[in-house]
């Protein structure tokens, strides 16, 4: 090691970085003193270290507002490679020891997030020591996250072919034709895919997975889909279509009580249910943490324990 970063190292302490992080995150001394279980002052002290040791600012005020410096924003990088290595070797002492243990940070697309909580009761109750934290995202987001590789596994449908993605499909995700009930479409003998298309379609904002469903199906069909409105959430659609606003194509997991209590409808529709997966996805160049695998390894093993579980769900909902 040379000598001017050995000096440095020697100055550094964990301490410094783990208040540097806290304040980093915060933007405020008295935030990280709280988070921390330090005054003030004992803060404002570790930053001050810190930025002797390194000879320059980290933070500044403008008025009464914290800002981090360019230098700040370059130890962030930093300190945040340090944590999560750390992290790291935690994770991989436990996997020597026979434990899974560490974060487990989800990804999933909204349309995923009516799974998600089955797939975990009985992962957490096979891993209690691993801590999973979900976000619930639209498609885009979820995939500029597996661009920046921000997280551990995304959860979603229909995975860009033309990525390198590893993926593991595990369920059908069934998309649906509903309508209110009392609708016109209803009382037809058959409904084409056309008129039903054509009946005030409410639908998911563009880049959403589901909408992304139905427009590859209408270009496979040669049909012409006009949205009436657009929502930005599969609970938006449904309540938009339970207010009467139109018609929709959901999945059929996130109307199941609407289904069971009569107040929406399926809608006897050639070429439906639209069938995708769900799939469990990562980069390729990512190498498992050992809460990832554990957790990649439960879904395989389970595949056909959750088409059971979701097809006894399902069945309640007609």
């Given at each position: 090691m040379p000598l001017s970063i050995q000096k440095l190292a020697n100055r550094l302490t964990f301490r410094q970085l783990q208040v540097f992080k806290a304040v980093y995150d915060l933007k405020s001394y008295s935030r990280a003193g709280e988070l921390l279980g330090l005054t003030q002052p004992a803060v404002s002290s570790q930053v001050r270290h810190l930025e002797q040791a390194l000879g320059?600012?980290?933070?500044?005020?403008?008025?009464?507002?914290?800002?981090?410096?360019?230098?700040?924003?370059?130890?962030?990088?930093?300190?945040?490679?340090?944590?999560?290595?750390?992290?790291?070797?935690?994770?991989?002492?436990?996997?020597l020891e026979g434990r899974v243990a560490g974060d487990l940070r989800l990804v999933a697309v909204s349309t995923a997030q009516y799974v998600v909580p089955y797939l975990l009761?009985?992962?957490?109750?096979?891993?209690?020591?691993?801590?999973?934290?979900?976000?619930?995202?639209?498609?885009?987001?979820a995939l500029q996250r597996l661009n920046?590789?921000?997280?551990?596994?995304?959860i979603m449908g229909m995975v860009p072919p033309e990525r390198p993605l590893a993926s593991l499909?595990?369920?059908?995700?069934?998309?649906?034709?509903v309508v209110p009930a009392g609708h016109p479409?209803?009382?037809?003998?058959?409904?084409?895919?056309?008129?039903?298309?054509?009946?005030?379609?409410?639908?998911?904002?563009?880049?959403?997975?589901?909408?992304?469903?139905?427009?590859?199906?209408?270009?496979?069909?040669?049909?012409?889909?006009?949205?009436?409105?657009?929502?930005?959430?599969?609970?938006?659609?449904?309540?938009?279509?339970?207010?009467?606003?139109?018609v929709a194509v959901v999945p059929k997991l996130s109307v199941l009580s609407e289904l069971a209590?009569?107040?929406?409808?399926?809608?006897?529709?050639?070429?439906?249910?639209?069938?995708?997966?769900?799939?469990?996805?990562?980069?390729?160049?990512?190498?498992?943490?050992?809460?990832?695998?554990?957790?990649?390894?439960?879904?395989?093993?389970?595949?056909?324990?959750?088409e059971r579980l979701f097809r006894r769900l399902s069945a309640h909902g007609v």
């Open positions: 320059t600012p980290m933070f500044d005020y403008v008025g009464r507002q914290l800002y981090c410096t360019a230098a700040g924003e370059e130890m962030a990088a930093c300190v945040r490679s340090v944590f999560r290595e750390l992290a790291d070797v935690q994770n991989r002492l436990a996997a009761r009985s992962f957490l109750q096979l891993n209690p020591q691993v801590h999973v934290s979900v976000a619930v995202v639209n498609r885009a987001v920046d590789n921000s997280d551990d596994l995304v499909p595990f369920l059908d995700n069934e998309l649906i034709p479409l209803l009382e037809l003998e058959s409904v084409s895919p056309q008129v039903f298309l054509d009946s005030q379609l409410l639908v998911r904002e563009q880049g959403s997975g589901s909408r992304l469903a139905l427009e590859v199906f209408c270009q496979q069909q040669r049909l012409k889909m006009e949205p009436g409105i657009e929502l930005g959430s599969n609970d938006a659609v449904k309540h938009a279509v339970l207010a009467g606003l139109g209590l009569g107040s929406l409808r399926v809608v006897d529709i050639v070429g439906f249910p639209l069938r995708r997966s769900w799939c469990v996805v990562y980069p390729q160049a990512r190498h498992p943490t050992p809460a990832m695998q554990a957790f990649i390894d439960y879904i395989q093993q389970n595949i056909g324990q959750f």
